[in-house]
């Protein structure tokens, strides 16, 4: 049974950090890409970072550009999302995604976790 367990979340003053992670199994962890979405209320959910099976350099949203680093361990099974300066615009429930391409792609979600950036 595949899983994606999401973590970290919470509330945060502006300008803050945190550290989402990531938990997969029942699936090969190494052959998925990997990305950080979120969903703002009212709002589209929306593409934040994607990192490649490898771990490759990683490709990130204009407008976390430069503040949140997406990360991941193949040993751990396990991929992170590392958020600096973070801004009230940054509010949403942010999901873990995997894609994995067997025959066909395969696409899992998690069930999000919350990250209030508030004063």
């Known amino acids: 049974q595949v899983q994606l367990v999401e973590s970290g979340g919470g509330l945060v003053q502006p300008g803050g950090s945190l550290r989402l992670s990531c938990a997969a199994s029942?699936?090969?962890?190494?052959?998925?890409?990997m990305s950080w979405y979120r969903q703002a209320p009212g709002k589209e959910r929306e593409l934040v970072a994607t990192i490649t099976s490898d771990g490759g350099s990683p490709n990130y949203a204009d407008s976390v550009l430069g503040r949140f680093t997406c990360s991941r361990d193949n040993a751990e099974n396990t991929v992170y999302l590392q958020m600096n300066s973070l801004k009230p615009e940054d509010t949403a429930v942010y999901y873990c995604?995997?894609?994995?391409?067997?025959?066909?792609?395969?696409?899992?979600w998690g069930q999000g976790t919350q990250v209030t950036v508030s004063s």
């Open positions: 995604n995997a894609v994995l391409t067997v025959l066909r792609k395969y696409s899992y």
């Open positions: 029942g699936f090969t962890f190494r052959r998925a890409a």
